[in-house]
Each structure stands twice: as C-alpha cells, then as structure tokens.
C-alpha cells in the first residue's frame, strides 16, 4: 500500500510516499480503508521530533483518517464492512489502510464527506470535551470565552460549539480575513491576536468583569496575557502552543485571581486510559455526529490534497495565513 513512512526525523518538506505493507487485523481492532488523513500542526512536529511522543522507526504518522471498514477482527463487534467511520489514531493515518482498536473507531453520518469528517478528531472532539467536561471549563450559558487562534481548526470548532452552548465568544485572530472567519463561524466579537493589547481589548468588551474562560491551542504571550483577562475563579485551558512557544505560567497570578489551569491532552483519554474513558469519549464523538446532522456544526476541508501532495498539504498548515482544516485524499474518487 502507499504510505508517509518515517526512517528518520524529518522536516515536513522532505516527506515522500512509498510502498510498505498492508497492515494486518488483530482481536479488538478494525482495519479501515483510508479515504482521507488530516494533516495537522502537531503532525508537523511530530515528523520532525519534536511533539512529545516520539515513536520507534520507521512508523506512518497520522493522528485521524476517515474511510469504509475494510475487516474486523476477533472481538470487535461494534462495526462491519462497509461501514463509514473516522478513527483516533496514535499513528498511521497517512496511508491507504489503517489499523485501529475499535475503541477509537467511530461511525460517521452518510452526508459528511471523509475530508471533512477527520476535524471530528483532529480538533471538534478535544474543544467539546474543553468546553464541556466538569474538571475543564465546563461552560454555561451567558457565560463569556475568549478563544485564540479563532480561524484554526480548534478555535473554529470551539466558537461552533460553544455558541450552540448559549456562550458568548470573544476570538482572537491575526488578520482580517482570519476574523472575518470567525464572526461568520459564531463568534460575538472578533479581535486581533496582538498580546500587548489583548486585555485592554477584553476588559473593553466585558465592561471591565473579564471573560469566564479562555480556550487557548495558540501559547505564548497569548496565554500569559489570557491569564489577566479571566475573572477570578475564571478558568485557562491550553489545548497546545501553535505558537512554537511554551509559556511559563506566573504562579501569583493564579494565587490573587483565584484561577486555574486545566491542561487537556485528549490522547490520554483516547489512549493512555482507553479502557476507562471509552464511554464519555463515544459521547462526545455521538454528539458531534448529531449537532452535524442538525445543522449545529460545519466541519470542512479547506484544503485538500492528494497523497502524494503530502510536502504541499503540511506546507499549507504550517503557512501562518491559512484558515480552517487541511486534508489529503488517498484516491481521486474519495469524497
């Protein structure tokens, strides 16, 4: 089969596809005949080494692919041939087969096309859970989020979502195209992602009382600015650091504004802690699939490339000025 397979670490623009073998189906798994992978900045660091897992050589990166249930192995029920799904994946995504434990498998609807249908797991379902689970941010309605990076894949889901909560949103973005985005995708207020003015832009915009939480996949300054605009008892959650930068996170302010961080790495729920986490992770995904049939949330592609398009695809995700989610197709006829 075709594949992205890593020998070594490697910069994203010196990724090729070669021919390695079909990945057989064990008890508890569900091999999957790719249609579409998602392509995402974490991925990027992940080929390069510097994501913080690093998996033996030679491995197929890939962290979400879509497509029709090739087989089932012993054990697994839930799912048949032909089925149309989208798994969680720890690595293998970036090929024509996959094989996946059942517990990260999980059904699609018919009118979602596979492209759009990885940002289900590449972004929707770690922003619900952030926005919804009693230790995160567990958000309410009339409440007030200030989400970062509001033109990515992460902050368009969140604002989605969030608003469908009854949330006010206030987004952050880097250009007008990058807010226009955002307002179109729910947010209440749309401001520019500059962090020397970010409180002052917040505290304007909420009279003063600062925001509930914050939702932040970007890092940086933004995240350290991000603390002074919660309200006290407001909480942060830093979802990942687009920004390439780690911030520190200032201990006093936590103690005199009576804050918290809640770190969220969905891969230990979807991986770590599989077996007992399975359950609130299907519903989330459930919820996903019903608020795309209602209308609520509009995943999409809007980037796409074929396979072998691959150095373009990460190319297009790692360009500061691209909006919304990249995917590659794994033929000319994947929807």
Same mark, same amino acid.
């Given at each position: +089969?075709?594949?992205?397979?890593?020998?070594?670490? !490697?910069?994203?623009?010196? %990724?090729?596809?070669?021919? !390695?073998?079909?990945?057989?189906?064990?008890?508890?798994?569900?091999?999957?005949?790719?249609?579409?992978?998602?392509?995402?900045?974490?991925?990027?660091?992940?080929?390069?080494?510097?994501?913080?897992? /690093?998996?033996?050589?030679?491995?197929?990166?890939?962290?979400?692919?879509?497509?029709?249930?090739?087989? !089932?192995?012993?054990?697994?029920?839930?799912?048949?041939?032909?089925?149309?799904?989208?798994?969680?994946?720890?690595?293998?995504?970036?090929?024509?087969?996959?094989?996946?434990?059942?517990?990260?498998?999980?059904?699609?609807?018919?009118?979602?096309?596979?492209?759009?249908?990885?940002?289900?797991?590449?972004?929707?379902?770690?922003? %619900?859970?952030?926005?919804?689970?009693?230790?995160?941010?567990?958000?309410?309605?009339?409440?007030?989020?200030?989400?970062?990076?509001?033109?990515?894949?992460?902050?368009?889901?969140?604002?989605? +979502?969030?608003?469908? @909560?009854?949330?006010?949103?206030?987004?952050?973005?880097?250009?007008?195209?990058?807010?226009?985005?955002? @307002?179109?995708?729910?947010?209440?207020?749309?401001?520019?992602?500059?962090?020397?003015?970010?409180?002052?832009?917040? +505290?304007?915009?909420?009279?003063?009382?600062?925001?509930?939480?914050? @939702?932040?996949?970007?890092?940086?300054?933004?995240?350290?600015?991000?603390?002074?605009?919660?309200?006290?008892?407001?909480?942060?959650?830093?979802?990942?650091?687009?920004?390439?930068?780690?911030?520190?996170?200032?201990?006093?302010?936590?103690?005199?504004?009576?804050?918290?961080?809640?770190?969220?790495?969905?891969?230990?729920?979807?991986?770590?802690? /599989?077996?007992?986490?399975?359950?609130?992770? /299907?519903?989330?995904?459930?919820?996903?699939?019903?608020?795309?049939?209602?209308?609520?949330?509009?995943?999409?592609?809007?980037?796409?490339?074929? %396979?072998?398009?691959?150095?373009?695809?990460?190319?297009?995700? %790692?360009?500061?000025?691209?909006?919304?989610?990249?995917?590659?197709?794994?033929?000319? +006829?994947?929807?």
């Amino acid at each position: +089969m075709r594949a992205v397979v890593i020998h070594e670490w !490697t910069p994203p623009e010196r %990724l090729t596809v070669s021919q !390695t073998p079909k990945p057989a189906c064990g008890p508890g798994q569900v091999l999957i005949r790719v249609q579409s992978a998602a392509v995402s900045h974490s991925l990027a660091l992940l080929v390069q080494g510097k994501y913080q897992r /690093r998996p033996p050589f030679p491995f197929v990166p890939g962290g979400a692919a879509a497509g029709f249930v090739e087989s !089932t192995g012993v054990g697994a029920i839930r799912f048949s041939a032909g089925d149309r799904v989208i798994a969680s994946l720890e690595l293998g995504g970036l090929a024509e087969y996959v094989v996946a434990p059942e517990a990260n498998v999980y059904a699609i609807p018919h009118t979602l096309p596979f492209s759009s249908a990885n940002a289900l797991t590449s972004a929707y379902n770690s922003a %619900l859970a952030a926005l919804t689970w009693p230790h995160l941010l567990h958000v309410q309605a009339g409440q007030t989020l200030l989400v970062h990076g509001g033109a990515g894949g992460v902050g368009t889901a969140a604002t989605e +979502m969030a608003r469908a @909560l009854g949330v006010n949103v206030i987004a952050t973005a880097s250009s007008e195209a990058k807010r226009a985005w955002a @307002l179109a995708h729910g947010a209440t207020h749309a401001i520019d992602a500059d962090p020397a003015r970010l409180r002052d832009s917040v +505290m304007a915009l909420t009279k003063g009382r600062g925001v509930d939480g914050v @939702l932040d996949p970007v890092g940086g300054d933004l995240f350290i600015e991000s603390l002074r605009c919660l309200r006290p008892e407001g909480r942060i959650v830093p979802i990942g650091f687009a920004s390439g930068h780690i911030p520190q996170i200032p201990a006093n302010l936590l103690l005199v504004k009576n804050i918290a961080v809640c770190g969220l790495y969905m891969g230990y729920y979807k991986f770590d802690a /599989r077996e007992r986490h399975e359950g609130e992770v /299907r519903r989330i995904f459930d919820q996903l699939s019903a608020w795309f049939v209602a209308g609520v949330i509009k995943p999409e592609a809007t980037a796409v490339f074929a %396979l072998e398009k691959v150095r373009e695809a990460f190319a297009t995700v %790692l360009k500061r000025e691209h909006i919304g989610h990249v995917a590659l197709l794994m033929n000319e +006829m994947s929807p």
